[in-house]
C-alpha cells in the first residue's frame, strides 16, 4: 500500500505562488489516481483538483491551482498561482482506488498534509 507525504507548504503573500510535491512510497504509485484536498480549520475538507494515473485532470479552483504527476518520480504536484488569503488551509493529498473509473468515486489513502498560509 503507498504512503504518501506531502510537502512545498509555507507562509506567502497574497499573489504569490507555491508548488505543493507528494511524493509516494512503493512501487504502486502509478496505478492510482490522485487528488489534493484543503481543510480550513474549523470547515469542511473541499476537493482541490484531481488526475487520473493517465493525467486526466479536474480542477476546482478557478484556473489558479494546476494538478500534475510525474510516475516515474511517484509525485503529483499543485501549483498555486495568485493565492488568496481564502486559500489559507491545510493541503492534503490523496489517492484513490486503483483501477476505478475516472473520476475516482471515493479516495482510501491520505497525507498528514502541508500548511499553506497566505497573508494580506
Known amino acids: 500500500q503507498v504512503q504518501l507525504v506531502e510537502s512545498g507548504g509555507g507562509v506567502v503573500q497574497a499573489g504569490d505562488s507555491l508548488r505543493l510535491s507528494c511524493v509516494g512510497s512503493g512501487r504502486t504509485f502509478s496505478y492510482f489516481p490522485m487528488g489534493w484536498f484543503r481543510q480550513a480549520p474549523g470547515k469542511e475538507r473541499e476537493f482541490v483538483a484531481g488526475?487520473?494515473?493517465?493525467?486526466d485532470r479536474r480542477d476546482s479552483a478557478q484556473g489558479r491551482f494546476t494538478i500534475s504527476r510525474d510516475n516515474a518520480k511517484n509525485t503529483v504536484y499543485l501549483q498555486m498561482d495568485s493565492l488568496k488569503p481564502e486559500d489559507t488551509a491545510v493541503y492534503s493529498c490523496a489517492a484513490g482506488t486503483a483501477g476505478d473509473s475516472w473520476p475516482p468515486s471515493r479516495y482510501i489513502i491520505w497525507g498528514q498534509g502541508t500548511q499553506v498560509t497566505v497573508s494580506s
Open positions: 488526475i487520473s494515473r493517465n493525467g
